[in-house]
């Protein structure tokens, strides 16, 4: 028999946890709001895999991301045509 906690997360929650975090900016609450589990879970597992959790609070207006949030990737702008004149 194993000894110690069990894992309240698996590594595929683990993983989409991740994500969510640092690509989409969730809260640890609205994560554990879809994966079922407390922010203080989603926090405890995110350390355990070396993820560095933001401080609590509202993000920083100098905070720029390093890759494109889900919003970006599926939206998409068409160009207007621009009306001749002449």
């Known amino acids: 028999m194993a ?7 698996d590594s595929a929650q683990v ?3 991740k994500a969510m ?15 079922n589990c407390s922010a203080v879970t989603v926090s405890k597992e995110l ?6 959790v933001r ?10 991301p390093t890759a494109p949030t889900k919003v970006e990737k599926e939206t ?3 160009p ?3 009306p001749r004149t002449w």
């Open 55 to 64: 401080k609590p609070g509202r993000p920083s207006k100098a905070f720029v």
């Open 76 to 78: 998409f702008v068409l």
């Open 21 to 35: 975090y640092v690509t989409d900016r969730l809260t640890l609450d609205k994560i554990g709001e879809r994966l």
């Open 15 to 17: 993983e989409i946890a």
């Open 3 to 9: 000894r110690g906690r069990k894992r309240l997360m």
């Open 80 to 82: 207007l045509p621009i």
């Open 47 to 52: 350390r355990r895999a070396g993820v560095p």
